[in-house]
């Protein structure tokens, strides 16, 4: 799972796709269940994301996330703007 607080690039799709063929090689076991890829993005291009998805035969899902719709109004205030989280993130 990677978590990006940016919108979704295609490089992303590529860049997970190593993580995912990586766990493969070196980690999974034939008894583990197949390696399943997940990006969440702040925010994503439908088409954009179906593209760079389109030859990669790894199960990847790219989904995007709104901490606004996910908090009650009463936690809103008391948690840092996602301005904040990435200008924190950035030094």
Known sequence: MELKTEKFK???AGKLNFYVTAVNKQM???QDNPTIGILICKDKDDVVAEYALDDISQPIGIAEYELT???REEFKSSLP??????????E
């Open 10 to 12: 295609p490089e992303f």
């Open 28 to 30: 999974k076991t034939e």
């Open 69 to 71: 719709k996910v908090l």
């Open 81 to 90: 703007t996602v301005e904040e989280i990435e200008s924190e993130l950035s």
